[in-house]
């Protein structure tokens, strides 16, 4: 596999597509989120990135820093409580690519972002309800 990294600021228009598509196909566990929606939130975001590979978009991560105008609750709380993080809102992996370390290798590029801007910890939400065991056991191995 030979993935490379698109930040989305860049991203052409099908890449862009491509990502809503993911994102729908997983938004019980991510929220909704349309074309406005996510220009909104990569133009908010210091680091939103599509994994990409012969031209098809295999993942996609979306994050923040407390400096980020964004207004999700979720996000908020945790800028009200900690000074200097890093916040994965949502991160999606293709169900075809599952089980190649693509969700790994985007938090460990977006670990080495945060850690290059002085962010000192890592924090997402992980969706309870409904559960989401697959989430639940591939943060746990995280740490």
Not at 7 to 16: G, N, T
Not at 110 to 127: I, K, N, P, Q, S
Request: aromatic share 10%; hydrophobic share 50%.
């Amino acid at each position: 596999m030979q993935m490379t990294l698109i930040p989305l600021r860049d991203a052409a228009p099908d890449v862009l597509a491509a990502v809503l598509a993911l994102n729908e196909a997983d938004k019980t566990f991510t929220s909704e989120m349309d074309a406005a929606r996510l220009a909104r939130m990569v133009a908010a975001s210091p680091y939103a990135v599509a994994a990409v590979d012969g031209g098809q978009v295999l993942a996609f991560l979306i994050g923040f820093d407390p400096a980020s105008d964004y207004d999700s609750p979720n996000f908020i709380w945790f800028r009200d409580r900690l000074p200097r993080f890093a916040y994965v809102d949502r991160i999606v992996v293709s169900p075809a690519a599952r089980g190649r370390g693509l969700a790994r290798a985007l938090y460990a590029a977006f670990d080495a972002h945060a850690r290059t801007a002085g962010l000192e910890r890592m924090v997402c939400e992980v969706y309870s309800d409904p559960p989401n065991p697959v989430s639940d056991a591939f943060h746990t191995r995280l740490g």
